[in-house]
C-alpha cells in the first residue's frame, strides 16, 4: 500500500508526525514524503528539515493521500503544486485525508465540495468558504475522505484509518505499541474546555508564532544553503 | 533557551516529533536536532529523514536535553556516541529529558542510577538493569530529569515540561494551539487496558516490525546513497 504524505515548506510537523507513525506500522506499508521537487522540506518552525524522497510527479497515484496542515495554508490555496496533485490523484485513491489546515488543501483541490469535514478550530470560517460544510467533530469520515482536527488530532485519525485497512484488532495493537494511553497535564485543548479567555490568547499566540516564524525563515533561509552545501551549521 | 533533540539512526519518529511541535513553540525557543555527525539521520522505519543540523560536538552544552527511543536502542547502550553527549552535557543542562526506550540511553549514560524513571511498558526490565527505578506512570520527574512512557507519552510530557519553563497558562495555549483533545478511538493504549493477549499480540508485532524494519533499511541503505546524490529518488 503506497502511503503519500504531502509536504510543503512551513508545513506543521506534528500534522505529518503523528500519522506517520501510525501508519509506517501498517503492514506492506510503503510510506513517501513527497514535494513539489524531491529534497529538504522545512517546517514552519524553520527548525525541522525532512527529506521528501519523491516529487507529486514522480508519485501521482498513492492509494492513501494525506496532507498535513501549516501556518501558511490560507496562502497556498489554490495556486500551490500540491493543490494541483491532490486534485489529479483524488480520482484514484482509496483514501484521501487530512490534517488540521490540510483541509484547507483538499478544499482548494475542489475535494470537499459539499462534503462534511472537519479542520483546526482557528480556521473553521476557511473551510467553509471553500465549499465544504465543517463539523466540529475530532475524526470525520464521509466516504474515502478522512479529515482530523488541529494538530495532534491526526494520531486519533490514523488510528481509525489504520482499523479500516488492517482491522480493529491491528489498530488496537498499533495503539498499544505506541502506549496512547494519553493523559494531558490540562484540560485545554478544545476551544470549549479552554474557554474564550484562552481562546483569544492562543489566537494572538498564534498570530504571533506566524510573524516570529516568519522572520525565523528569513534569517535560517539566509544560513541555511551556506549550511546544506557544507553538511553541516556554519 | 537553547533545546536539543538527540537523533540517531533508527530512532522513532514520533517520540522525537511530538515533544518538537510543542517545544519549537516555546518563546526564545531555539531547537536543533543534534547527532553524531550533522547531517541526515534516518528513523526506524526507513520511510523518514531529517537533517541534524550539528553534531553532538558542536552542541555540547544544551539548556534542555531530548533524547528519543529507538527499536535499537538496547544496542546503543553504552557504546554510541548519543550517550558519551548525554553524559557530558547532563550536569550543565537545565532540563534531561527522554521519551520511551530514550530512557534507557540516560540509563547507559548514568544518568538515572537510583532515580525514578518511566520509559516504554516493553522494556521496564532493562531500564531496571540500568540501575534506574522504573515508575509504571505516564511522566516521571524527578529533579531536573523528566521521562516520560512510551512514543506518544512525550507529548504529554512536553506540555508539563512547558507548564515549567514558560507557566501553565502558556502551557495550556500550546495545547489548544495544537487541539491536544485526544480522543482514542480505542481503549489499548497501556498493557492493562488491552489485557494480556493483545500485550502478546504487541510483543511479537514488534519484535516482526524490528525484522521487517532492519530488512527495509537495508534495502534502502543500497538505494539511498544513490538518491540523496543526485537529490531525488532513483
Known amino acids: 500500500m ?6 510543503y515548506d ?5 500534522d505529518a508526525m503523528g500519522p506517520f507513525q501510525v501508519l509506517s506500522s501498517l503492514p506492506g506499508a510503503e510510506v513517501t514524503f513527497v514535494a513539489a521537487k524531491a529534497g529538504p522540506v522545512t517546517d514552519e518552525s524553520g527548525f525541522l528539515t525532512v527529506t521528501a524522497r519523491a516529487s507529486f510527479d514522480e508519485l501521482p497515484d498513492p492509494d492513501v493521500l494525506l496532507v498535513p496542515g501549516g501556518t501558511i495554508t490560507g496562502t497556498l490555496v489554490p495556486d500551490h503544486p500540491i493543490v494541483g496533485w491532490i486534485r489529479r490523484a483524488h480520482p484514484t485513491t482509496t483514501w484521501t485525508t487530512s490534517v488540521c489546515s490540510g483541509a484547507l488543501l483538499l478544499g482548494g483541490a475542489g475535494v470537499l465540495k459539499g462534503v462534511d469535514a472537519t479542520t483546526h478550530w482557528g480556521v473553521f470560517d476557511e473551510l467553509a468558504r471553500l465549499g465544504a460544510n465543517p463539523v466540529h467533530e475530532r475524526v470525520v469520515r464521509r466516504g474515502k475522505i478522512m479529515t482530523a482536527a488541529g494538530v495532534s488530532a491526526g494520531i486519533d485519525m490514523a488510528l481509525t484509518l489504520a482499523a479500516e485497512i488492517a482491522g480493529v484488532e491491528f489498530a488496537r495493537t498499533l ?3 505506541i502506549e496512547y494511553d494519553p493523559q494531558p ?3 485545554a485543548g478544545s476551544p470549549e474546555k479552554a474557554g474564550p479567555e484562552l481562546v483569544n490568547r492562543a489566537l494572538t499566540a498564534m498570530v504571533q508564532t506566524m510573524q516570529q516564524l516568519a522572520a525565523r525563515r528569513e534569517s535560517f533561509a539566509e544560513g541555511v544553503d551556506g549550511r546544506t552545501a557544507a553538511g553541516r551549521p556554519g
Open 2 to 7: 503506497r502511503i503519500a504524505i504531502g509536504l
Open 10 to 14: 512551513c508545513f506543521t510537523s506534528l
Open 175 to 177: 495503539q498499544l505499541m
Open 185 to 187: 497535564p490540562f484540560d
